[in-house]
């Protein structure tokens, strides 16, 4: 295990189009963060799963945004009607979330870069 | 609303001058403070975390709920600390990130 992986690592793509991405954690992680990173700013938190419940999802994901990660290990993220303004790098990272209260580092995939054209 | 702010886009500092990268941040009850880091095209990682109180790196960084402050300091900056920087905060559950918009810092040899 190498650690979170992300596919693919840039994607180019007309507004319009529909656009999925996938985020495989590091295998004992339960939960799985989304951020998305535009230029000059810090990561924005998107949405996250424990296993397969999608429990946070921020306000910035509209309804073109969908997430899902139906066996509680990957996930996958899908971006339809895309628009200029959703180019960004889309970061994912997981972790072992707060057993027993304690925090458990998350860790983070290189991301996917996004363009639309 | 919950908010963190990293007043500074890009700090430079000689080898061996003492670093401060300052984080304020705004929160409703009690917040999980962390500072991230990112090297040149690598992840972005866990550099500390204030509950731990350790030093990482000859890093430090205090809570200081007065005024609602994260500082993160080193009092000899080195060549390798070049990087970007980012001061993030969480709810106690670790739902949910909320992260500053980062600050550079550049340590000129």
Not at chain 1, 30 to 57: D, H, I, M, S, V
Not at chain 2, 16 to 41: D, H, I, M, T
Not at chain 2, 56 to 61: L, S
Request: with cysteine.
């Amino acid at each position: 295990d190498t650690g979170v992986s992300q596919d693919p690592r840039h994607k180019i793509t007309k507004r319009g189009q529909n656009v999925t991405f996938r985020c495989d954690p590091i295998s004992e992680h339960n939960r799985l963060y989304w951020y998305r990173q535009t230029l000059g700013q810090g990561p924005e938190f998107l949405t996250y799963f424990q296993n397969e419940a999608q429990l946070e999802k921020s306000r910035l994901l509209s309804d073109r945004f969908s997430a899902e990660r139906p066996k509680g290990s990957f996930s996958t993220l899908e971006i339809q009607r895309t628009e200029q303004g959703d180019s960004a790098m889309y970061l994912c990272a997981s972790s072992l979330g707060n057993r027993g209260g304690r925090y458990n580092e998350q860790f983070f995939g290189p991301g996917t870069r996004l363009t639309v054209l | 609303a919950q908010r963190v702010t990293q007043p500074e886009k890009l700090l430079s500092v000689f080898k061996g001058a003492p670093v401060e990268l300052k984080c304020n941040y705004s929160y409703s009850g009690s917040p999980e403070l962390f500072w991230y880091v990112q090297y040149s095209r690598q992840r972005l990682q866990l550099l500390l975390r204030h509950i731990s109180r350790e030093s990482i790196k000859g890093f430090t960084a205090d809570l200081n709920k007065g005024e609602t402050s994260f500082h993160l300091k080193k009092p000899f900056a080195q060549e390798e600390d070049s990087a970007m920087y980012y001061c993030a905060l969480s709810d106690y559950n670790f739902n949910k990130f909320y992260f500053g918009s980062g600050t550079k810092l550049n340590v000129k040899p």
